[in-house]
């Protein structure tokens, strides 16, 4: 039985410091950009191009 509380109350650690994670991740702004990630494969397909055309 005192394993099983020990677990919960573990688990319950643990989410709080994901949420705070979470929270902090979000004040700093690392949601923000939400254009970028959509045409990242394509600047780096470019980016690429470019690096074989020189060598």
Do not use: N
């Amino acid at each position: 039985m005192q394993i099983i509380l020990f677990l919960i109350i573990l688990s319950l650690i643990m989410a709080v410091g994901f949420l705070f994670a979470f929270f902090w991740a979000v004040k700093d702004g690392q949601y923000e950009d939400e254009y970028t990630p959509s045409i990242r494969p394509l600047i780096e397909d470019d980016m690429v191009q470019i690096k074989s055309k020189t060598k």
